[in-house]
């Protein structure tokens, strides 16, 4: 399988601040990755699909503005979680999808805690 | 109906026995399915893929009833190292784009010592 992997790890932040999370393909290059948020106990939900080179495709319900996803080369794509509020703090995770089989490989997570 | 639907438990089961759950599924042109494992605050790692003659790699069978639209998974001679929440994934047309993957709610399972 594809080894992915997210930074931060964890973070706190204050309210009103922006956070960036990184996710990097590791030993392959990806031209679409996915953002997925988990609160806890609940299901992934799928908030992106970030395409390389071009537009990220924002899940209904999920604002681009706020969220903003740059995906600058086949093995980096960032979520940019702007002027954050505790309602967004969660477990954030991202995936790469294997060409053509829809196989996800998902990296570790970055738990985000809004103060 | 839910696109993906799992009962999401627990199930409490001794160590050594065999335990199975479903998951169904709401888009009959679906094609592509997956079991995944989510262990407490990690992300999710890809258990199996479930094609449609079903398939198994040790202790763990996962088989594909299209007729009924769901999954299962089956797994044997459990152990406490398969506690843990049990995601299914499946494939669903979007109108306007790729399809896209749904992930369940999930199972959680706990082993008994």
């Known amino acids: 399988g594809a080894v992915v992997s997210q930074h931060p790890s964890w973070v706190i932040c204050k309210s009103g601040t922006s956070v960036k999370i990184e996710c990097r393909s590791l030993?392959?290059?990806?031209?679409?990755m996915f953002w997925y948020r988990q609160f806890p106990k609940q299901s992934l939900m799928l908030m992106a699909t970030?395409?390389?080179?071009?537009?990220?495709?924002?899940e209904q319900g999920v604002e681009k503005d706020k969220f903003l996803i740059n995906h600058a080369s086949l093995t980096l794509s960032t979520l940019t979680v702007t002027s954050a509020h505790p309602e967004d703090s969660s477990f954030y995770i991202c995936?790469?999808?294997?060409?053509?089989?829809?196989?996800?490989?998902f990296g570790p997570g970055t738990r985000l805690t809004v103060l | 109906r839910k696109e993906v639907e799992q009962d999401p438990g627990p199930f409490n089961v001794p160590e050594g026995a065999t335990v199975a759950f479903n998951c169904t599924y709401s888009?009959?042109?679906?094609?592509?399915f997956f079991w995944y494992r989510q262990d407490c605050r990690k992300e999710p790692k890809l258990l199996m893929s479930v094609y449609s003659s079903g398939n198994e790699d040790g202790r763990f069978t996962a088989q594909l009833n299209r007729a009924s639209q769901y999954i299962s998974l089956l797994i044997r001679d459990s152990k406490l190292s398969d506690s843990a929440t049990y995601l299914c994934?499946?494939?669903?047309?979007?109108?306007?784009?790729?399809?896209?993957?749904?992930f369940g709610k999930g199972t959680r399972l706990h082993i008994l010592p």
């Open positions: 030993d392959f290059q990806a031209t679409t």
């Open positions: 995936s790469v999808e294997l060409a053509g089989v829809y196989e996800q490989f």
């Open positions: 970030s395409n390389e080179g071009s537009k990220a495709t924002y």
């Open positions: 888009n009959s042109a679906s094609q592509s």
């Open positions: 994934a499946v494939n669903m047309e979007d109108e306007g784009r790729d399809d896209k993957i749904i």
